[in-house]
Nanobody
Framework: QGQVVESGGGLVQPGGSLRLSCAAS????????VGWFRQAPGKEREGVSC????????YSENSVKGRFTLSRDNAKNTVYLEMNSLKLEDTAVYYC??????????????????WGQGTQVTVSS
């Protein structure tokens, strides 16, 4: 089919850590740029971070720089988002998307991009 599935979300306390997974099936993830997006209640979806094909570049939204790290495990056909020093404002549904045109693509709402269904991250004390 060609799909990606997020996992690893849950409830964490402020300052805690979490690792999200984006696992692909039906295609080889290491030939796609993989972006992470999030949407908080009542807000629009925003880009969080992206790892490019061949790990040539990584991109991060300013609010997560220094706290979130992307990595690949090609043997598992999976990309991870390592989230540290979590804040209340990180609470959102997190989505991964695999883009055959890589991270620099300006249109992720099109064919050639596989989107997952999201995983909930809740940061609360």
């Amino acid at each position: 089919q060609g799909q990606v599935v997020e996992s690893g979300g849950g409830l964490v306390q402020p300052g805690g850590s979490l690792r999200l997974s984006c696992a692909a099936s039906g295609f080889t993830l290491d030939t796609y740029g993989v972006g992470w997006f999030r949407q908080a209640p009542g807000k629009e979806r925003e880009g969080v971070s992206c790892i490019s094909i061949g790990d040539r570049s990584t991109y991060s939204e300013n609010s997560v720089k220094g706290r979130f790290t992307l990595s690949r495990d090609n043997a598992k056909n999976t990309v991870y988002l390592e989230m540290n020093s979590l804040k209340l404002e990180d609470t959102a549904v997190y989505y991964c998307a695999a883009n055959s045109r890589d991270c620099h693509d300006t249109d992720w709402e099109t064919a050639g991009v596989y989107w997952g269904q999201g995983t909930q991250v809740t940061v609360s004390s």
